[in-house]
């Protein structure tokens, strides 16, 4: 298994010391919001094709927002595909990265060649955070993981991540009391796992779609 293939980074910016309960309820948009959208770089052919799919998440009877792709506001979400690697700072907390210029939402590796199959895996994973959703993954037991396999990994090129943000983000899963759900192999929120992080599991593999879970869910914080 690729490390790069819908691997990603997802962190709520500006957190702070303010404990993560706290911060993943505030960190979803207000009722029926218009969430801004704004395209850094990326040819429009690619551009066009991340809109479609990402509207797949408020479809009727989903998330009732809508992205404004065409949002000029300096608080947008901002889309880049031009750094390696996939990262996304979740739901409101994007609003602490303050440098128009950087990215919120990184899509590194889409471009015209990519299929629908992986831009539609990956569009959807990145709007789910945009959405404030985590990786399912975040409530896994971190005994079933390869610490050491997993810790080297990480450091090594795209992600190069410290041993202090693995821990923070892979190594110490959320409590049950921090998010509305537990953890599910099918949603799109999954991250692959390569077999060789795991003791004695096979690789979980990356959601292709949206569950019916997501959509259950989506319709549940998003009425």
Sequence with gaps: ??????????????????????????????????????????????????????????RPGRAAVTFDFQSRSPLAVRVSFAHPGRWCA????????????????????????????????????????????????SLADSSMLCTDVLIEELRQTPHRWSPEVIARHMLEPLAAGETQHAPRRRSIMTCPIPARWLRGQSAVLMGHDLSAHDKDLASEWYP
């Design 1 to 58: 298994m690729d490390l790069d293939d819908g691997w990603c980074f997802a962190w709520l910016a500006g957190a702070g010391d303010l404990d993560r309960a706290s911060a993943l309820r505030r960190c979803r948009w207000a009722y029926r919001s218009v969430v801004p959208v704004r395209f850094l770089d990326g040819e429009p052919s690619v551009q066009a094709r991340v809109e479609g799919f990402a509207a797949e998440w408020t």
């Design 90 to 137: 979740v739901g409101t907390t994007m609003r602490h990265v303050e440098d128009p210029d950087l990215a919120t939402l990184s899509l590194g590796g889409l471009d015209e060649r990519t299929s629908d199959r992986v831009m539609r895996q990956v569009v959807l994973h990145g709007f789910g955070h945009v959405l404030g959703m985590v990786h399912e993954w």
